[in-house]
């Protein structure tokens, strides 16, 4: 078995280290890891740990993609994704693998935090849950990074979420491809975030927009009410997240 674990960081260089020890000290030669700088300077991990140093700031959700890409270049069976500013413990990364490689089958293995940062990420978490329970996804962590995916289903998803987006896009992508997940519950220890109030914006955008372009699948899969509300609240998403990005860009936006 080939266990990759993927991590994006950007100006963590820190965290980054302890996690890494951690994992080594733990784990000790089971994961290969794979660090995927976003312009973070003066990186220096031990030779063992493959990094991919982007020549400008991406975004986390294009290092992750990069991240699988080389996963499956690579024959890896599987990938485990983890935050670098150490808010992953390394002691559930066995429960993500045993819930990965067991032998009832399951695809995605999703991390769920015990509680929340806040009010603010509680209500935006909600206000998801509302829209990725009526596609199915109920009692979930939308925005938790930690997760295990199978190569098998990599192969299968079509990504291009460049942020943040990327979370809700492997729900969305694993969905499509009719996996099953199962759940990790897990203690978080906070650390600052470096989402912005774009970013989120950016997501409920990202998730309008998906919901448009597929609303054949959803018209196949899901009842006629649901259809309805699902498109009716996307094309208004839509039109409040463009509003938004404008009045957040000062007006610049699409001007390019
Ligand atoms: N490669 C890369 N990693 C990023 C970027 N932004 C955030 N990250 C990493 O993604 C992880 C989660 O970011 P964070 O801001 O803590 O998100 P939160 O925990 O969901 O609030 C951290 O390990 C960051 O270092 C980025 O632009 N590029
Ligand atoms: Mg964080």
Known sequence: ????????VKDEKDTLS?????????HKDIYDILVINDNTEDITLPGSIIIINNKRNLGKGCSIRKGFGFALANDYDYV???????EHETKYLQEFSDKIESKTK???VLGKRKKLRS?????????TGVWMGLLGYNNVDYYCGYKAISSELLRKMILKSRRYE????????????????KTVLINLDYRKSQMKLGDFVAINLFFDVWVLRNKTFISKNYSLFKYIILITAAMIGL???YLMSFFLSGGKQNRK
């Open 1 to 8: 078995m080939k266990r990759l674990i993927i991590i994006p």
């Open 18 to 26: 302890l996690l890494i020890r951690d994992i080594k000290r733990r």
């Open 80 to 86: 485990i994704m983890m935050d670098a500013d150490g």
């Open 106 to 108: 399951c695809d995605l």
């Open 119 to 127: 009010g603010k990420r509680k209500a935006f978490s909600n206000f």
């Open 166 to 181: 990327i979370e809700i896009e492997i729900l969305l992508e694993a969905l499509k491809n009719k996996a099953n997940y």
């Open 239 to 241: 039109f409040a997240s």
